[in-house]
Structure formats: C-alpha cells, structure tokens
DNA sequence: ATGTGCCAAGCCTACGCTTT
DNA sequence: AAAGCGTAGGCTTGGCACAT
C-alpha cells in the first residue's frame, strides 16, 4: 500500500492567502492590488511583500465574473490562412495588446453558416467586443447572430442593415480599382475582364470604380464581369473561360488575392507572357506578386492599418458607446510591368516611382 | 477624515437532500 | 432509482459600516 500524498502540481495563491500572510482583510489587498487610494503606507507594503512572496497573479476568470468583461475581444476572420487577414489580425492585435485585450481568433473559412456560428461561441464567451469580416452581409444567421451581440461590432470591409449598429472600416476599393482600370485603357485595353466575388461590397465597389474608370475616359463599359466564390479554382476557371471567349479581354483585372495563384496557373498553361500577350492586375499585395517574372501590377492597401483602426475604433466603443460614421481607408494602384507597357497619362498617382518606371520598360522577364 | 473589514453580487457547477 | 431543487464554493471588487 503506497503512502504517498498526491499534493498538486501548483500550488495557485489566491488573493485570501495574500490576505492572510499580511494579515489583512481581502477587500485591502484588492484596493491595493488595483491601485485604489486610501490604504496606508504600511498596509500597502504588507501587502505587496506578501504578494510577491506567494507570487500571486489575479484570477482573470474571477475577474470577469465580477466586472463583468472579461477585456478579451473576438475576432470572426473568413479565411485566415489569407495572408490579407493575418496582416489585418495581426494589426488589431498590436493595439488590443496594448489596451491589455486578449484577441480570440476564429475562422468560419468563408462558409456563413460556421461564421453565425463563431459569433454565437465568442458572444457566450462574453467578449467585450467584435470585430468581424463575415462571407456575406445577407446571411440571415450572421445578422440574427449580430443582432444578438449587446457588444460593440466591427465590420471590416463589409456593411450591414442599419439595425445591427455597427461600427465599420472600410477600404476604398473605387478608388484603387478606378485608378488600375484607368491605367489599362490609356494603355490602350479596350476591353477588360474583371474577376470578382460573391456579392459583397469589396466586389460591387471593384466592379463601380472599372466602370467609373470607363466613364471618365468617355468609353463604352467593355467590361466582362466573372463572379464566383474567391479562391484559386474560381481564378484559374475565369482566366480559362474569359480567354477561351469569343472576343477575350486583353487585360485582366484579379478582385481577390486568392485569385492569384489559380489564374497564373492558367496563364503559364496557356504560355502566356504577362504584359506582352495578357495585362493581368491583382488586388492586395502578396510576396508573389513582386517575385513573379514579370512583377505583378496590384492594388494595394495597408492590411495591417485596417486592423489597427478596426482595433482603435472599438476601443473607443467600449470607453464611449454611440454611432459612429464608416472609416474609409485608401487602396491605390501600383503599376508594375504585368500590366505592359504605360503609354498613356492614367492616374496613377499613388503608384512608386519605381513601379513606374519598371511598368515603362515593359516585361523583361517572360513568365513561361 | 482616514483606514480597514464585512458582505453581497456576479455566473456556473458539483453536490447533497428531498420528493416522486 | 430517478428527478428536481437548493446550496455552497470558486475569486474578486464595490459599497457600506465601523474603528481609530
């Protein structure tokens, strides 16, 4: 028969034991503990030393209960093997950390059903906030899930029903898109195939700034709009089909940077050269596009600033609630020598110097 | 007036007691 | 025996009362 005791592995210091050791109520450790005035000198001291001693750290469970917020903040990303929506994480965390918020990460993988779902989890969890990129803005589960929420809501890069009252960063995708559609057609493109999403405003915003691009050079909208759910099959199916058409564009515009890598697979089945036989502009900078022979022209915006505002924004619900107007955050176009030769006056402003020139000099490396 | 302690509340679960 | 119900316990903190 074995006589041994079986003590616990840790043995977890609560705040009653740090009030024992100083011999003082519970109530003072915590006034002292939490940096309350009104606690003398010397029973401050009693109570850091026997603190230190116990290495005693609060029960952050304990302490939701009682506050009631539990300082985490969820977060319900559509795909996060999406480098896009790690740099937006990743942003959002590097605030939230700051303000001493724990981030809980889930990933409904683009499928609506799973992201009313993970809202629910993170509302059960009682999550002080959310920041959300939901699949869609009309899934009667996601809104019904959103409506639910007594927490403040971030959308990022969508809009919801009024009703939902939440608080949205968006990014300017008219913008980037106008500006990438205009430097096509002063290329001299005339007709453009422009891949798309699903039903969101990423997607209707893309498809109003090549349009709008169209209009402001006094051009027929010879636009071919490909939807589909983003991914690699959808991009490399539309190169396919937008090619295989009667009357193909010369130029093709890639509204998701999981388009990329399917569309290029296209393209080098076909042979093609970038820049020479096809225009191609993707959309959100990946490492791909500058390795890529020849470069990848792209619209670009700074994923992680999305983050960190989608982050500030909320932390400023939870100081002070109230209603606050959509954040519109910049895209811009970044020629680059997949797009061809620049011959025209475009506005491509915001485009580097250097992208420029490279776009100038044409494609000098095949992509065969 | 200042410093300190007591108590209730917050939510959930395990456990024990009572009733069917 | 099973089901239903009440209570205690876990930890922290804010409010109030009391002692100095």
């Not at 939901?134 to 019904?144: F, G, I, K, R, S």
């Not at 009667?246 to 393209?267: K, W």
Request: one cysteine or more; proline letters at 6%.
């Amino acid at each position: 028969m074995s006589n041994k005791t079986t003590e616990p592995a840790i043995v977890k210091s609560g705040i009653k034991a740090v009030a024992e050791l100083a011999g003082v109520g519970i109530a003072s450790v915590s006034r002292v503990l939490s940096g309350q005035p009104g606690s003398s000198p010397q029973m401050t001291q009693r109570v850091m030393d026997a603190a230190r001693q116990l290495g005693y750290a609060p029960n952050v469970l304990a302490q939701s209960l009682r506050r009631r917020a539990t300082h985490s903040i969820g977060f319900v990303g559509s795909d996060i093997n999406n480098p896009l929506i790690a740099s937006i994480v990743s942003g959002a965390e590097s605030v939230l950390s700051v303000a001493k918020y724990s981030v809980l990460l889930t990933n409904s993988g683009g499928d609506p059903g799973v992201d009313a779902q993970r809202i629910d989890v993170l509302l059960q969890r009682q999550v002080d906030g959310l920041i959300v990129l939901p699949a869609l803005e009309d899934d009667p589960a996601t809104l019904a899930a959103l409506r639910g929420a007594q927490a403040p809501v971030v959308l990022i890069d969508r809009t919801l029903p009024s009703d939902i009252g939440a608080h949205y960063v968006l990014s300017d995708h008219f913008q980037g898109l106008g500006d990438a559609g205009r430097h096509l057609l002063q290329a001299g493109h005339s007709r453009i195939g422009l891949v798309v999403g699903l039903d969101v405003r990423p997607t209707r915003e893309r498809i109003r700034g090549v349009e709008a691009a169209f209009d402001s050079l006094g051009l027929a909208r010879n636009l071919i709009v490909h939807r589909g759910r983003l991914s690699p099959e959808h991009g490399e199916q539309a190169i396919e089909e937008l090619l295989s058409g009667e009357n193909p564009p010369s130029a093709v515009i890639l509204g998701g940077n999981q388009l990329l890598e399917g569309a290029l697979r296209a393209v080098h089945r076909r042979n093609l050269t970038l820049g020479v036989d096809l225009s191609l502009v993707s959309c959100d900078d990946l490492p791909l596009c500058r390795l890529h022979h020849p470069p990848i022209a792209t619209v670009m915006r700074d994923t992680a600033l999305l983050g960190r505002r989608a982050a500030e924004l909320l932390l400023a619900q939870l100081r002070e609630p109230g209603a606050t107007d959509p954040e519109l955050m910049p895209t811009w176009f970044e020629a680059r020598a997949s797009c061809g030769p620049f011959v025209g006056s475009a506005s491509t402003s915001a485009a580097s110097p250097g992208a420029k020139k490279r776009a100038k000099q044409g494609p000098s490396i095949s992509s065969k």
